[in-house]
């Protein structure tokens, strides 16, 4: 039909959408940002994984080991095809990151991962930092 002409009229509208939106989430990908949501995709449960099974060397290591240790995990997921994207808070578009941040990001995975530990009595009971900002939302 001739109708199909006319809404085909329409589509470039969508087209125009900044090119930035082309960024595909993927299963391998690791995000983060705000809002939920981002601790269940899979990317990340991927390197929440990595960051589990490097934790006791990370623990044992000296702080220039450390930052190794988190380069490591981020050659990992980009070796895997994963890439590290943050949502752009503007445009709610997903933007790839540098290795820099992506380090800095995993270190920090590091850290927070040894506070959720804390929180949950899995270590030593001793140590009670001030808990910044914990989600307790399972």
Known sequence: GSEMCIRDSYTPV???SEGTNALDVTDLDVVFGRGGGTNRHRGNEIFRDLVAKARPGYLAARKK?????????VKEIRSRGGR???KDTATGAWQEV???????KTTQAFREDLAFRKQWGLLSKSISGGDERVESRA
């Open 14 to 16: 969508q087209a125009h």
């Open 65 to 73: 080991e450390k930052g190794e240790i988190a380069r490591r995990i």
């Open 84 to 86: 590290w994207l943050k």
């Open 98 to 104: 540098s290795a820099d941040v992506a380090t800095k």
